[in-house]
């Protein structure tokens, strides 16, 4: 059994990477301080099934804590680094928070791992490090003009993991996820918004003119690729579904799959939104033999069952 550490483990992707490593036998701490950005009860409903797991213990806390990091690192091989102030509309409003999580947070976790025995840090990265399009669809060697804080703070991260296994040799991933979406969504995220607002055949509300275009990521392809990178891979990779559609067709899916009366309406465009996002994932097939396996199609659908029974 495998000792792993989840931080950020109560949000969205890091309760499926626990449920996933639970599942597989591991033993997991989940480090989380329940940031009021969204509902702390709904972080807190997102690991209920996992509270009497013998194998699972919560540690509710800040990743800037280094006393607390210290002593949770104990006897911990993997760190699954999900701790993040995610969303890049809340970051053009107040970039500071997202600075002293994202980056400076990430180098107390860093540098506190040094002083442990853990074999490999995996990041959670993000398609924001791309920013300003160049070309379609986004490799790694794509340059990073980051168009929001949130961008900034997350290449900033994967700066420090790079830089620590070069000076200090400490093993470590960058995982640029696309786009991630599923059941225990982060509440801000538009599938959500939009499926809640379908669901009740309420408007739906796009900013800008819809045609932005987003390369959606279903979670299970998310946690596979993370626990892909246990034993394989190193620096960075693109971690997408590899087909983008646009905020329009998204809108107009999910309305088709919930057979919803909303309408669609729009509002003004908001500062800090990356115009479109498309990931090449050659390079994660290559080194990782990790391929996108749910299509948007198919994860809508999946999403739209589970949201119907969430709210039920
Ligand atoms: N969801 C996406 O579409 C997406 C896309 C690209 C990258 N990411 C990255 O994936 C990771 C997980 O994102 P998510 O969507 O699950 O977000 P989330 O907000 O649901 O999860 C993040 C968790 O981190 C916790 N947290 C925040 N600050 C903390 C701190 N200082 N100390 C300890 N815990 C803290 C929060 O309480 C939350 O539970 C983040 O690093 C995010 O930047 C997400």
Request: charged share 25%.
């Amino acid at each position: 059994m495998t000792k792993c550490l989840v931080t950020g483990g109560a949000g969205f992707i890091g309760s499926h990477i626990i449920e996933n490593l639970l599942n597989l036998g591991h033993e997991v701490v989940c480090l989380d301080n329940f940031d009021a950005y969204y509902s702390p009860q709904l972080k807190g409903k997102n690991i209920e099934p996992f509270m009497k797991n013998a194998h699972f213990k919560l540690v509710e806390g800040d990743i800037r804590d280094k006393a607390l990091l210290n002593q949770t690192l104990d006897g911990v091989e993997y760190v699954f680094h999900e701790a993040a102030q995610a969303g890049v509309r809340i970051s053009v409003e107040a970039p500071m928070k997202p600075h002293e999580i994202n980056a400076t947070g990430t180098l107390n976790l860093l540098e506190s791992v040094l002083d442990s025995d853990v074999r490999k840090v995996i990041n959670a990265s993000s398609s924001s490090v791309y920013g300003r399009v160049e070309y379609l669809p986004f490799d790694e060697d794509h340059p990073n003009q980051p168009v929001s804080p949130y961008g900034v703070s997350k290449l900033l991260a994967e700066h420090y993991c790079r830089v620590f296994e070069e000076l200090y040799g400490l093993k470590s991933v960058s995982l640029r996820y696309f786009t991630v979406y599923g059941p225990r969504m982060r509440p801000d995220l538009a599938i959500n918004i939009f499926t809640k607002a379908a669901l009740k055949n309420e408007p739906i509300t796009i900013f800008g003119d819809g045609e932005k275009t987003r390369d959606f990521t279903y979670v299970d392809d998310i946690v596979r690729a993370n626990l892909i990178c246990m034993e394989k891979g190193s620096g960075v990779y693109n971690i997408g579904a590899g087909n983008s559609i646009s905020i329009n067709d998204l809108a107009r899916k999910i309305i088709e799959i919930n057979e919803s009366k909303s309408e669609i309406v729009y509002s003004d465009s908001v500062k800090g939104d990356a115009e479109h996002t498309l990931a090449s994932s050659e390079k994660a097939l290559k080194e990782l033999a990790w391929n996108p396996e749910i299509t948007v199609e198919e994860g809508l659908e999946r999403y739209a069952k589970w949201m119907s029974n969430f709210q039920s």
